[in-house]
């Protein structure tokens, strides 16, 4: 449709607000139907180009959400929705990530329906909703290539995908049950628990995975996902994500600008990292909840200050508590065990180095409160470790 073509062309390409003004009076003035079906086609092309750059659906619903509003996530998921009607097949990720974004499947009756229908959900005027699509073109179209962590849909998957461990998915619905269940209690005696028995089913799901591998029963290789890291005190969450990667024999590697972390490891332990990263937040940011809240009743003032320091001293007391637990474990597990796992962090080490050749070291910002700094590091003292920290016997 010539009327879109003009539109897209004029509110793209321009980096000024101009172009998306008549951008959007075109699309306006356009048969909105017509309009509708070609922008989604339109917006199909732009997704694809993010996956042959190394976007995942996660990625960009994620960077979306950060850098524009509900509107505009919305309608990245509409079209990622529209772009995976061209797969048979995609890989248990990239469809793990479309239901969660609830992508899986288109919402509308069909195409020529989708432009009222958007109308209708998004209760907005044409020129609004125009103008919202040319502004998410513009940001998908500008996205940066990044280093892929899986095929992009439509291609080959070269390596046998990983092979779960027996009585796997029940053994994962019952740590992710247990962890919710800490992560709700306001008992601390009642969360260690819950949390060690996690503990205790994530070692055995690990080890039984390290060792089929072992034995020649998978072609388990290491792999990579991407973990948001978001605003505000993302150094911290960062800081906090690597002490879980490195508890399970993954690396993380922080994009600060474009707020992930890729954290490289075997399939069962990037499980692992996701649970432990997710479940060790959960508890610190509860914490340093209560402990802002009883240092306002103080009458002091520097909430922002008091939560950089509490959150930084809370990763990094994980991180030595994590540290300490995996040598003191590893150092237990003697035997023909101790081969495994070191070829395991070599292979891990290897596809980290060829994902990410250069990467640079940063240093932490100087934390000036002494009381946040102290909260926080009792906080990481109590705090629970729903994941395995290294390997048992």
Request: glycine share 6%; proline share 5%.
């Amino acid at each position: 449709m010539e009327q879109v073509e003009k539109a897209v062309s004029a509110a793209v390409y321009d980096e000024g607000d101009a172009g998306l003004d008549l951008g959007a009076s075109l699309l306006a003035a356009a048969p909105w139907p017509d309009a509708g079906r070609e922008l989604m086609r339109r917006g199909e092309e732009f997704v694809r180009r993010a996956w042959e750059r190394g976007w995942q659906p996660a990625d960009v619903v994620r960077i979306v959400r950060r850098d524009l509003d509900d509107r505009h996530v919305r309608l990245a998921t509409d079209l990622i929705a529209a772009e995976n009607r061209r797969y048979a097949r995609t890989t248990p990720r990239w469809e793990a990530q479309l239901r969660d974004l609830e992508a899986a499947q288109a919402w509308w009756g069909g195409d020529d329906r989708y432009a009222d229908e958007l109308a209708t959900r998004e209760r907005t005027d044409r020129f609004s909703l125009a103008t919202a699509f040319l502004e998410l073109f513009r940001h998908l179209i500008r996205l940066p290539a990044i280093e892929p962590v899986g095929p992009p849909p439509g291609e080959p998957v070269h390596v046998r995908p990983h092979a779960p461990a027996p009585d796997e998915p029940r053994m994962l619905t019952r740590v992710r049950a247990l962890l919710a269940k800490a992560e709700a209690t306001d008992y601390p005696d009642e969360a260690e628990a819950l949390t060690a028995k996690a503990q205790e089913l994530m070692a055995r799901h690990s080890i039984d995975a390290a060792l089929l591998a072992a034995r020649g029963h998978t072609g388990d290789v290491p792999t990579a996902c991407r973990i948001g890291v978001d605003a505000p005190y993302e150094t911290a969450k960062a800081i906090l994500l690597d002490a879980a990667a490195c508890a399970n024999r993954c690396r993380a590697v922080w994009n600060s600008g474009l707020g992930f972390s890729t954290v490289v490891g075997f399939e069962a332990d990037l499980e692992s990292v996701e649970l432990l990263y997710t479940s060790l937040l959960v508890q610190g940011t509860a914490a340093m909840t209560r402990a802002e809240a009883a240092q306002r009743a103080g009458g002091r003032k520097r909430t922002k200050s008091f939560r950089q320091a509490f959150l930084t001293a809370y990763a990094s007391r994980v991180g030595h508590r994590l540290s300490e637990a995996t040598e003191h474990v590893t150092q237990e597990a003697g035997g023909s065990l101790l081969p495994v796992l070191a070829a395991r962090d070599v292979a891990v080490e290897d596809r980290a180095e060829r994902m990410f050749p250069q990467t640079t070291s940063t240093r932490v910002r100087g934390v000036s409160d002494h009381a946040g700094w102290e909260h926080g590091t009792a906080a990481a003292d109590q705090a629970t470790m729903p994941a395995r920290p290294g390997v048992t016997r």
